[in-house]
């Protein structure tokens, strides 16, 4: 993804005062050097915006904002509301992934289903269902231990897969529905 989609830069004013007026983003005509960084190789980047930017003013300060958290993030949440939608009517592959905040082994494999959705990008959709938020879909599928992860097919549920397990177990069932 291109540095501008996944940056908003902007200047915050650190005094009471001028608060009203000191939130502004950089104008078109500004240039940022991003300086060398956990990766980032120093670089020129324009920014476009209809406001200007005034840095002699001591009361400003840069602020780096990450816009690309949804990019990144594959795995889309689904409920009661989408779960025809998203789920039963996709022409893909679908894994859907039963879970809820308080759930240990649901935290440890988050990352695992994370990964697994970026690798399949465009392969197979992932989603994730908070048990506690949407339990009638919980319980129309017989999820009564999480993590369990369901994979689907033409609307169809095919396989599950309960509790924590490794990246290749999850893997190696995508491989059976995912058209090569």
């Not at 789920?87 to 039963?98: K, M, Q, R, T, W």
Request: aromatic fraction near 8%.
């Amino acid at each position: 993804m291109a540095l501008e989609n996944c940056l908003q830069l902007s200047t915050v004013c650190t005094t009471r005062v001028g608060a009203a007026q000191c939130y502004q983003p950089f104008s078109s005509r500004e240039k940022l050097i991003v300086p060398t960084c956990n990766g980032l190789k120093k670089s020129v980047l324009k920014f476009s915006s209809s406001s200007s930017f005034a840095p002699s003013n001591k009361s400003h300060r840069s602020r780096f904002i990450c816009k690309a958290r949804e990019a990144v993030n594959e795995v889309q949440v689904v409920n009661d509301s989408s779960w025809n939608n998203l789920v039963i009517a996709s022409e893909n592959p679908v894994l859907v992934e039963f879970w809820a905040p308080w759930c240990g082994p649901c935290r440890m494999i988050a990352p695992v289903i994370d990964e697994l959705a970026k690798e399949y990008a465009g392969k197979i959709a992932c989603f994730k269902l908070n048990t506690d938020d949407s339990p009638n879909i919980a319980t129309q599928y017989g999820i009564r231990s999480i993590p369990t992860v369901l994979f689907f097919k033409n609307g169809e549920k095919k396989e599950s897969v309960i509790g924590a397990v490794p990246k290749s177990t999850l893997s190696a069932t995508i491989e059976k529905y995912v058209d090569l």
